[in-house]
């Protein structure tokens, strides 16, 4: 009786233990929403009188480097404020996000200079578009949309993505996984008064890229050249990868969000399948703690610089994945795996805190070029607060792209 009761008692004590195990791993989600709030207002405070986007913040610096709006990541610094306002529905991020968005404005009224346009635009005006309703965000995208697709090759059936490239690379058409993610919004402009032309293109260069971009692994190649009049591919390469048969770790997660995006747009279950294969050579070659290395072939890989980027925006497409997959097992593969890489970049290893205003310490941006090695940069940042979102929605079983609640009535009632 008594070693019954002895063990029944054990019994209970590792019950209890575990059950306390399992609630301190419990991840936070509004917690860290949060700590984005408190980084954004520290960046709000610092900024200077003329107006100008945060890119990066160098190791060791608490002071980000600004640049104008026709960088290319111009967009992601409304696009948090814009995040910020739907989590909060405080009516002081939507002025703020309104003001840089707006502030974009004349990309929408010049040529297009290269396939960044889509980054630019959409994560300003394309999620203010998505919060207000404001008709002004959306003919702005429209029309950027038109301008985006003049890059577009029929002949090779894809957007130039890198139009500087032709002569000082001697890539006469190029195409990098990256212009995957501008597709967004054309997809968003036909639905939303564009032309349908708009749709077909996006569709035309998925499909395309698809067929060339990939090896049979189905790590991605970044880069591809394409000749002008047959359309024929002369070439894959690198360009911020460690070498050409290289899996650089921000172009494979470009692919998966990317693929994970033409499925939502287009429902074609061709691109579903080949988004699941991305993703399964990134997850089978990920390091433990779920955040790459900046490439997955670089030599002494232990010693290199980490993506903290790769890893926000793999989350984010990863969670929206999970929604699309009727095997119920690798869906919930998927949102451990997501949950598992925003826990990991939710530690003090990867949050900025108080060594700077940013979220997230530790992307790469290009290696290559010795630039952006180790650094906070904001596209991590905008994918991040994206992936935690999206994350909240799903917990509590909402649409991932349906505003979390109504923020313009929030912020009336405010
Ligand atoms: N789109 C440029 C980059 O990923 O660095």
Same mark, same amino acid.
């Given at each position: 009786?008594?070693?019954?009761?002895?063990?029944?008692?054990?019994?209970?004590?590792?019950?209890?233990?575990?059950?306390?195990?399992?609630?301190?791993?419990?991840?936070?989600?509004?917690?860290?929403?949060?700590?984005?709030?408190?980084?954004?207002?520290?960046?709000?405070?610092?900024?200077?009188?003329?107006?100008?986007?945060?890119?990066?913040?160098?190791?060791?610096?608490?002071?980000?480097?600004?640049?104008?709006?026709?960088?290319?990541?111009?967009?992601?610094?409304?696009?948090?404020?814009?995040?910020?306002?739907?989590?909060?529905?405080?009516?002081?991020?939507?002025?703020?996000?309104?003001?840089?968005?707006?502030?974009?404005?004349?990309?929408?009224?010049?040529?297009?200079?290269?396939?960044?346009?889509?980054?630019?635009?959409?994560?300003?005006?394309?999620?203010?578009?998505?919060?207000?309703?404001?008709?002004?965000?959306?003919?702005?995208?429209?029309?950027?949309?038109?301008?985006?697709?003049?890059?577009?090759?029929?002949?090779?059936?894809?957007?130039?993505?890198?139009?500087?490239?032709?002569?000082?690379?001697?890539?006469?058409?190029?195409?990098?996984?990256?212009?995957?993610?501008?597709?967004?919004?054309?997809?968003?402009?036909?639905?939303?008064?564009?032309?349908?032309?708009?749709?077909?293109?996006?569709?035309?260069?998925?499909?395309?890229?698809?067929?060339?971009?990939?090896?049979?692994?189905?790590?991605?190649?970044?880069?591809?050249?394409?000749?002008?009049?047959?359309?024929?591919?002369?070439?894959?390469?690198?360009?911020?990868?460690?070498?050409?048969?290289?899996?650089?770790?921000?172009?494979?997660?470009?692919?998966?969000?990317?693929?994970?995006?033409?499925?939502?747009?287009?429902?074609?279950?061709?691109?579903?399948?080949? @988004?699941?294969?991305?993703?399964?050579?990134? /997850?089978? &070659? +990920?390091? #433990?703690?779920?955040?790459?290395?900046?490439? *997955?072939?670089?030599?002494?890989?232990?010693?290199?610089?980490?993506?903290?980027?790769?890893?926000?925006?793999?989350?984010?497409?990863?969670?929206?994945?999970?929604?699309?997959?009727?095997?119920?097992?690798?869906?919930?593969?998927?949102?451990?795996?997501?949950?598992?890489?925003?826990?990991?970049?939710?530690?003090?290893?990867?949050?900025?805190?108080?060594?700077?205003?940013?979220?997230?310490?530790?992307?790469?941006?290009?290696?290559?070029?010795?630039?952006?090695?180790?650094?906070?940069?904001?596209? @991590?940042?905008?994918?991040?607060?994206?992936? /935690?979102? &999206? +994350?909240? #929605?799903?917990?509590?079983?909402?649409?991932? *792209?349906?505003?979390?609640?109504?923020?313009?009535?929030?912020?009336?009632?405010?």
């Amino acid at each position: 009786m008594k070693i019954t009761k002895t063990i029944l008692f054990g019994v209970l004590i590792i019950a209890v233990a575990g059950f306390q195990k399992d609630t301190m791993n419990q991840f936070d989600i509004d917690a860290n929403l949060d700590y984005c709030a408190v980084q954004a207002e520290k960046t709000l405070a610092a900024m200077p009188d003329t107006l100008a986007i945060p890119r990066n913040i160098a190791p060791g610096s608490k002071q980000w480097r600004m640049v104008g709006y026709d960088d290319w990541t111009s967009g992601f610094w409304p696009g948090v404020l814009w995040y910020l306002y739907e989590y909060t529905g405080d009516v002081k991020w939507k002025k703020e996000a309104d003001k840089y968005t707006r502030f974009l404005t004349p990309l929408s009224m010049r040529t297009a200079t290269d396939h960044d346009l889509g980054f630019q635009m959409y994560c300003s005006f394309g999620n203010g578009y998505r919060l207000t309703h404001n008709k002004e965000y959306k003919d702005i995208f429209v029309r950027t949309s038109d301008t985006l697709a003049r890059l577009y090759n029929p002949k090779v059936g894809t957007i130039l993505s890198w139009p500087g490239m032709r002569t000082k690379m001697n890539w006469p058409h190029n195409t990098i996984i990256d212009n995957m993610i501008n597709l967004e919004m054309l997809f968003e402009a036909s639905k939303n008064g564009g032309r349908k032309i708009l749709y077909n293109m996006a569709v035309k260069h998925a499909e395309v890229t698809m067929e060339n971009q990939f090896r049979p692994d189905h790590s991605v190649y970044h880069v591809v050249v394409y000749d002008t009049l047959t359309g024929k591919k002369i070439k894959a390469v690198t360009h911020q990868g460690y070498a050409d048969e290289s899996m650089w770790a921000r172009g494979q997660a470009w692919a998966i969000y990317g693929y994970t995006m033409v499925y939502r747009e287009t429902k074609d279950p061709k691109f579903l399948d080949f @988004a699941h294969k991305v993703t399964k050579v990134y /997850l089978e &070659r +990920l390091p #433990k703690d779920l955040i790459p290395y900046w490439d *997955f072939d670089v030599p002494n890989i232990k010693r290199e610089p980490r993506d903290a980027s790769a890893a926000a925006l793999v989350a984010s497409g990863l969670i929206e994945l999970s929604t699309y997959t009727s095997d119920k097992k690798l869906a919930k593969t998927y949102l451990s795996k997501a949950e598992g890489m925003l826990k990991e970049l939710s530690t003090s290893r990867y949050k900025s805190n108080n060594k700077n205003s940013a979220f997230l310490l530790h992307s790469t941006g290009h290696y290559p070029n010795k630039s952006e090695i180790d650094y906070s940069i904001i596209y @991590a940042d905008y994918y991040y607060i994206e992936a /935690l979102l &999206r +994350l909240k #929605k799903l917990k509590s079983e909402k649409d991932l *792209f349906v505003p979390l609640h109504n923020a313009e009535q929030t912020a009336m009632k405010r």
